[in-house]
C-alpha cells in the first residue's frame, strides 16, 4: 500500500517531469523555427550576390576579374564552389 506522501511525491515528480518535457519541446521547436528561417534568408541572398556580381556578360569581364568576383563569393563558408558556364560549357 502506498501512503499519501509516497502518492504525492510521485504526483509532484510527474507535474516536474511534464513541464520540463513541455519546456524542452518548445525551446527546440523555437529553436528550430530560427535556424529555419536563417537559412532561408541565405538561400534567398546567395542567388542575388551571384545575380549581381556576375551580371556582366562573360565577354566584358577579364579573366583576373572573374576570379576575383568568383573568389568573394568563395569565402563565404556556406559556398563550396562557383561555376561558370556558357553555352552549356565550362569555361
Known amino acids: 500500500m502506498i501512503g499519501i ?7 509532484v515528480n510527474l507535474c ?5 518535457a513541455l519546456g524542452g519541446w518548445l525551446m527546440v ?4 523555427g530560427v535556424a ?5 534568408r541565405k538561400l534567398d541572398r546567395v542567388p542575388e550576390q551571384l545575380a549581381i556580381g556576375l551580371g556582366l556578360t562573360l ?3 577579364d579573366l ?6 568568383a573568389g568573394s563569393f568563395l ?17
Not at 16 to 20: E, S
Not at 36 to 40: G, K, L, N, P, V
Open 36 to 40: 529555419r528561417a536563417s537559412i532561408d
Open 5 to 11: 506522501g509516497q502518492r504525492l511525491l510521485i504526483q
Open 29 to 32: 521547436s523555437r529553436e528550430l
Open 59 to 61: 565577354w566584358n569581364v
Open 75 to 91: 569565402l563565404d563558408p556556406d559556398v563550396l564552389a562557383v561555376r561558370v558556364e556558357e553555352n552549356q560549357q565550362w569555361i
Open 16 to 20: 516536474v517531469l511534464t513541464v520540463v
Open 64 to 69: 583576373e576579374q572573374a576570379g576575383r568576383i
